[in-house]
């Protein structure tokens, strides 16, 4: 048989079966759901992909392990947007079980949804992973665990959001700080170890900058009602803007404008003469309170305005410590000061969003016009590195708190090692200005992390930062999307070289990798959650009477690091086995 030949000359050779071949490579490749964006193929009944389940107070992130991303993001709290619960609870016994049952009804909701409407599968053939944050309750981790088991969950597991962050990057050691919606936390970890001693915290978070944005909003902000058929081409804009109504202002529109509209400024330094170069004002109807009201602004109306003026310069004052000790000014004469400085040195663009107008009557029809300057925009995330009392310090100081606690020989690794997440680090320029200030804080004898030069708490004192001085060329953050130029070769080694998951899932990626490994920590079974409550007292009145010991409680089951032993370190050095040799010395004499 004579073989085929190509016009250079070459000689090619025919398959013997195209065919088998082709089926043959086509039989190793996985079809995935066109539904989702994936390779991996997930059985109804199979047990091998672990559901992965991020519950935080606002936002959850489910999927299953072994995936680049979560199946779905939903608000746990319903379209509002609210949180499933606070940093606050109930001291009467009374009202902590109402809200215990209603939290318990919220939860029993969204894990429902999790399994039915946004993973499709049956919980009674998967076994779950919890991605607990270092701080959650125990009482909530026992709801959640006691919902899941009604539900015949094989097993569940509890892991740490700040290792498994750690995991997502590839790394065993660093120091991570996860900012959430409620507070941010730094925890550093060692050999995949947490360091849970060492764990510092501040309520200077999502919260908190979504207050401060409101309050700015309804000080600073111009609102333009809708316009007649007969205004509209008679009456300018400008003669029909008004002071922004609270009604307009909801948590969805302002969770919105803070997550679409705002972002973090470089730092500024700004010195004492700014502020005295702003006149004081002294009457209330002076232009911090806003633009002059137009013919159709009635006077009750102004009154009602003015007082909701009054408590939001309050509220503000509050929130951000400003206006306190230190200055003998109105809070709204130095907020005006502060918007003074900030519109010197603020390049954003003004943004007009287009908002539903308020229930009361209103002199036309469509929609509002909500006018955000271009300076909240840029300057609203500085109650978060500005700090507020001494309970309430700015996120650049809770990585030096936790880093003043690690011990000495561990700060120059932890420092070298930061990782950012959380959804409040999503916001564009965060992490940049959180090494910014980082470095400010240890270079600078006061707080200049802000406009305010108002000392630090502790810099009359003493300098509180001085050991951590001999940091400042090391400080690198993992996943810096900038980096400045690095000062050592320790610092160009991890600046910027973590992968370029988003901060938000960096703990969920974190704990589908750990599920894919069979690593999610410690197992839950459900023969033995349910052997826990056979033994444990129907009536808890009368378990008083019998003994604590005998009786195994539920809770004890459900890991807690706040009463369990911590987990060893390194095992100590081995002794040697034979004696060092001493050479013997000759004798005197001999």
């Not at 759901?33 to 959850?60: C, F, K, N, Q």
């Not at 130029?485 to 990798?513: C, D, E, Q």
């Amino acid at each position: 048989m004579s073989t085929p030949t190509t016009p250079r000359g070459k000689v090619t050779s025919t398959p013997a079966t195209p065919a088998t071949t082709s089926r043959a490579a086509a039989s190793h490749i996985i079809q995935s759901s066109p539904h989702y964006a994936t390779t991996r193929r997930h059985s109804l009944y199979g047990v091998e992909d672990r559901v992965v389940i991020d519950p935080g107070s606002r936002i959850w992130k489910v999927g299953f392990s072994g995936e680049g991303r979560p199946r779905d993001v939903f608000h746990a709290g319903g379209p509002s947007g609210g949180s499933l619960w606070s940093l606050k609870r109930a001291s009467d016994s009374v009202l902590r079980a109402e809200e215990d049952k209603l939290l318990e009804l919220r939860l029993q909701k969204a894990l429902r949804s999790v399994f039915h409407n946004s993973l499709l599968t049956d919980p009674k053939a998967r076994k779950v992973i919890i991605i607990e944050h270092p701080l959650l309750p125990i009482y909530i981790k026992d709801i959640m665990a006691r919902i899941l088991f009604e539900n015949q969950v094989p097993s569940i597991s509890f892991a740490s959001s700040h290792l498994l962050s750690l995991f997502a990057a590839g790394r065993i050691t660093g120091l991570v700080l996860d900012s959430g919606h409620l507070e941010s936390v730094a925890l550093p970890i060692f050999a995949a170890r947490p360091l849970f001693p060492h764990l510092r915290t501040t309520p200077m978070a999502g919260e908190k900058l979504t207050s401060h944005l409101r309050a700015l909003l309804l000080t600073f902000a111009t609102y333009v009602p809708p316009a007649t058929l007969s205004s509209a081409a008679n009456v300018p804009a400008t003669s029909r803007a008004t002071r922004v109504p609270q009604e307009i202002l909801t948590d969805i529109l302002v969770e919105e404008i803070k997550t679409r509209c705002c972002f973090v400024g470089g730092a500024l330094n700004v010195s004492n003469a700014d502020f005295r170069d702003v006149t004081p004002l002294t009457t209330a109807s002076s232009e911090a309170d806003g633009p002059p009201p137009s013919d159709n602004y009635d006077e009750s109306e102004q009154e009602s305005t003015a007082s909701s003026q009054a408590e939001t310069a309050s509220e503000f004052s509050e929130t951000t410590g400003l206006g306190s000790s230190g200055t003998n000014r109105e809070p709204v004469d130095y907020l005006q000061a502060i918007c003074s400085v900030y519109e010197r040195h603020s390049t954003a663009t003004d943004i007009h969003v287009q908002v539903t107008p308020p229930l009361s009557p209103q002199p036309g029809t469509g929609l509002g016009t909500l006018i955000i300057p271009g300076w909240i925009r840029e300057r609203a995330a500085e109650v978060l590195f500005e700090g507020g009392d001494v309970d309430e310090s700015s996120v650049a100081e809770v990585i030096l708190d936790s880093l003043l606690r690690v011990p000495v020989d561990l700060r120059k690794t932890m420092a070298s090692s930061i990782l950012v997440v959380g959804g409040t680090a999503m916001l564009p320029g965060f992490i940049m200005r959180l090494q910014t200030e980082i470095v400010r804080s240890l270079t600078h004898g006061v707080d200049s992390t802000g406009p305010s030069p108002r000392p630090s708490p502790a810099a009359s004192q003493y300098d509180r930062y001085a050991p951590l001085r001999p940091l400042i060329p090391y400080f690198a953050i993992l996943n810096n999307p900038s980096p400045p130029p690095p000062a050592t070769a320790r610092a160009n080694a991890n600046a910027g070289k973590a992968p370029a998951f988003v901060p938000a899932i960096m703990s969920w990626v974190g704990g589908s990798l750990a599920g894919a490994l069979k690593t999610g920590g410690a197992e839950i079974a459900r023969e033995k959650w349910d052997e826990a409550v056979i033994q444990q007292p129907a009536d808890d009145d009368n378990s008083m009477d019998l003994d604590i010991d005998s009786t195994p409680q539920k809770r004890d089951i459900i890991p807690d690091w706040t009463r369990s032993p911590l987990a060893m370190g390194a095992p100590p050095a081995r002794p040697p086995t034979h004696p060092p040799t001493v050479p013997s010395t000759p004798r005197v004499g001999a």
